[in-house]
């Protein structure tokens, strides 16, 4: 073993000493603000806590063993399972006609629209950090949506008749006339010479932006409490200094705000896999759900897309790591 691994390990040893320490009485850690801090966020999140451990890690265990068996109803109830090794994986990686190609497809997607709503959700927090009139107006519009895609504005875009109507005429006027704007401008600068692969990411930003500007509101609020944490004082001594509102934007103002890109890059990411337009999970509905209810195949698409899920988090998770430490 290293001496950097060796220290590394120590380092992660005594940093999980530490947060024990914060929870038991009688140390020197207990009485401390952080250790108050922590006690008070784990009170925020055990419900969840208590929730996962009693609804959600039975299924978890049950859908992992239908992924490695093969699962044949019963009628009037249940099911029975044979063990099958990992034959559901093979079917959904090199079967299936579709999960692959879905897969990728949705992974594209999900880099485009997290890098999209990381970089509106930022712009516009900096700007309603500004202070101006109307601000606290603004403020909320910009959350409405975070209300209203909670289960109110699905409901609507699938039950209201003038919706469905109005979406109904605005695809016919389209099909009739057979000109869509976006298509043909990117087809125009591709005559041009113009266009690239840089500008076809940007075309299918500008498609999604819909998806974008409704899934931004939460990374809103957290960019927004980073700014506010900002002591005012940084941009009084800058100013001092003679730096342009440009040079403190990157010298202050993203630096201290950049440790929270992780925490929106992976609710970004986590809150892209879990749409129900996603094309991935409306394939493993339609295996379990459709003709075959292939419960076992199901189980293990939804596995794999979890793995994929988890591996972006880690990916992400690195790499946005090492840009934030060169601020420290």
Known sequence: MSKNTRIHREHWYSGILEALQMYIPGNKLYHTMPAKRARTGTLFILPFIIGFLFFMVRPLILSLQMSLNEVNLIRGGGFTMTWNDFYNYHYALQTDPNFNEYLVQEIGRMAINTIATLVLSFVI???????????????????????????VLPGIES???????????????EESSGVNVSLALQELLQVSGVAGDIFDVVFQMIDAIYDIVMSSGIQIIVFLSGLQAISPSLYEAADVEGCSAWESFW???????????????????????MKNDNRVIEKINDVMYGVRMDFGAASAMSWIYFGVALLFIGISTFIITRAVKSYE
């Open 125 to 151: 927090a900096v700007i309603l950090n500004q202070k101006f009139k109307g601000r606290i107006l603004c403020r909320i519009i910009f959350f409405l949506p975070v209300i209203l895609s909670s289960g």
């Open 159 to 173: 039950s209201n008749e003038f919706f469905n109507m109005m979406t109904d005429i605005g695809k016919s006027v």
């Open 251 to 273: 010298k202050i103002t993203f630096p201290m705000v950049s440790p929270l890109l992780l925490v929106n890059c992976i609710y970004t990411i986590i809150d892209f896999f």
